[in-house]
């Protein structure tokens, strides 16, 4: 029995040494690096929301940019659990009337992206960063439409790192709901920049997965 107890101290040990190892290279400047060595380019396909609809469950009632407090949204400290990953995954654009002020949600965005432009272990959890990304590209008219050029480029160059990172760390999880949100968010990159090779990586993937 001591003998069995040590072994697994031993191997939880091992295995949380392992994951802070992991955590700190994905936090290092090599990482970054490697994950930002993309290819600039502008999205030139547009997926219908009805297409997405399969993937995508939000509130269908409408709601006014306007109405969010735009300045302090990413500095609420009296969000926790569900409703920080809501915050931070972007589906509540899908709710957002899109008569809305397209420099407001611009602005919420950039904000965001100022904050979490590289990895943390939160924000860019598979599941809530998949989301993400579908919900910035499912929500261009908002999202990226008559912006200037400088947040076009900061915008298309974090949906390509963070979907480099995805393809890095999809195998990993063990969730499948995960792998499945992930490959559909790396495909709608593929399909929407044009990219060949997003687009075969992500339908390979979840060719496997659907096996």
Known sequence: ??????????????????????????????????????????????????????????????????????ENIWENKSLNGNNLNKLNNF??????DLKSSTNITQSIIEKWIKKNENYNSFTWQLDILSKRIISWISNSKLTYENADTNYKSRFNGLIKKQTNHLINEINRSETLDDKIISSSAIILVGLSYGDSYYLKFGIDLLKKLLN
């Open 91 to 96: 589906y509540w654009l899908f709710s957002i």
């Open 1 to 70: 029995m001591y003998l069995k107890n040590s072994l697994i101290l031993i191997n939880e040990f091992f295995y949380y040494t392992k994951n802070q190892i992991r955590n700190l290279y994905l936090k290092s400047r090599f990482y970054n690096n490697k994950i930002s060595k993309i290819e600039i380019s502008n999205i030139s396909y547009r997926p219908s929301l009805s297409i997405l609809s399969c993937l995508v469950k939000y509130d269908k009632k409408r709601i006014k940019i306007e109405e969010l407090d735009k």
